[in-house]
């Protein structure tokens, strides 16, 4: 039984999405699923192997939950050869400790927030392997090459987008939409691309949800109007998020 007014749009991967549905209708959320990409392989178990060869107990820094099950199913985690295993969020680390992986995660859960964790301190001649998809940000290696380390990274999976035709657009209007879920910039750029510049709908009445401070900033550029950011991409952020604007538009 739906308890509140908004009707969300889960753009995330299939699996994740329908994990997240279920929270919210437990939660009394109305929500419809629509993936915008998939995840495929993307990396050889050789790759992985040669890579590893040529480092000597290196920082490992896992950037998703796709980073760690990808990776994993390439060889699993347990036998690599590693200095100290970070996660950046708190989705990350629970799929790292279901590895039985003892695993460090920072108290803000963005690249920032990573950035400062103790053993990234002092990383001069040290070897540090990012795990990730394809594409992401650079700011992570960008810094830690600053301070000295060497850097390397493993794309586990990649980002395989899927296309829709403008018929999406209505579907989501008979579906009465009115809050989007976004957890990534290219995520953002995507759906935007998707709706047709004489809808000012979605810009100007939707509410869209974030995952961070660089998204929401990146979302006012575009031209959107109602941003909330959830300060992070897992459930109880979100969850968080949805009901600080219940309790805004209670106040209104």
Same mark, same amino acid.
């Given at each position: 039984?739906?308890k509140h007014?908004?009707?969300?749009?889960?753009?995330? /991967?299939?699996?994740?999405?329908? #994990?997240?549905?279920?929270?919210? %209708?437990? !939660?009394?959320? =109305? &929500?419809?699923?629509? /993936?915008?990409?998939?995840?495929? #392989?993307?990396?050889?178990?050789? %790759?992985? !192997?040669i890579? =590893? &060869?040529?480092?000597?107990?290196?920082?490992?820094?896992?950037?998703?939950?796709?980073a760690?099950e990808?990776?994993?199913?390439l060889?699993?985690?347990?036998?690599w050869?590693?200095?100290?295993?970070?996660?950046?969020?708190?989705?990350?680390?629970r799929?790292?400790?279901?590895?039985?992986i003892?695993?460090?995660?920072?108290?803000?859960?963005?690249?920032?927030?990573l950035?400062?964790?103790?053993?990234?301190?002092?990383?001069?001649?040290?070897?540090?392997?990012?795990?990730?998809?394809?594409?992401?940000?650079?700011?992570?290696?960008?810094?830690?090459?600053?301070?000295?380390?060497?850097?390397?990274?493993?794309?586990?999976?990649?980002?395989?987008?899927?296309?829709?035709?403008?018929?999406?657009?209505?579907?989501?209007?008979?579906?009465?939409?009115?809050?989007?879920?976004?957890?990534s910039?290219?995520?953002?750029?995507?759906?935007v691309?998707?709706?047709?510049?004489?809808?000012?709908?979605?810009?100007?009445?939707?509410?869209?949800?974030?995952?961070?401070?660089?998204?929401?900033?990146?979302?006012?550029?575009?031209?959107?109007?109602?941003?909330?950011?959830?300060?992070?991409?897992?459930?109880?952020a979100?969850?968080?998020?949805?009901?600080?604007?219940?309790e805004?538009?209670?106040?209104?």
């Open positions: 039984m739906t007014k908004l009707k969300i749009l889960i753009t995330r /991967p299939e699996k994740a999405g329908r #994990d997240l549905q279920d929270c919210l %209708q437990q !939660q009394g959320y =109305q &929500s419809y699923c629509q /993936p915008c990409f998939d995840y495929q #392989d993307g990396a050889s178990l050789e %790759q992985l !192997q890579l =590893q &060869s040529q480092l000597t107990r290196p920082l490992v820094i896992f950037i998703s939950v796709a760690v990808f990776a994993n199913k060889m699993p985690i347990s036998l050869s590693t200095k100290e295993v970070i996660a950046v969020g708190a989705a990350t680390e799929a790292l400790k279901t590895l039985g003892s695993v460090l995660v920072p108290a803000k859960h963005n690249s920032e927030g950035l400062v964790l103790q053993p990234l301190q002092n990383v001069q001649a040290k070897d540090v392997l990012i795990v990730r998809g394809d594409g992401g940000r650079e700011l992570i290696a960008e810094d830690l090459r600053q301070r000295g380390a060497s850097v390397h990274y493993f794309e586990s999976y990649r980002r395989v987008w899927r296309s829709f035709s403008p018929e999406v657009i209505k579907t989501w209007h008979q579906q009465q939409i009115n809050c989007i879920l976004i957890t910039n290219a995520l953002l750029e995507f759906i691309n998707l709706i047709d510049n004489s809808d000012n709908y979605w810009q100007e009445q939707c509410l869209w949800i974030v995952a961070s401070n660089r998204i929401a900033l990146k979302a006012k550029e575009i031209g959107i109007s109602r941003i909330i950011n959830a300060n992070g991409a897992n459930t109880t979100i969850i968080n998020a949805l009901a600080y604007e219940q805004l538009s209670h106040t209104k």
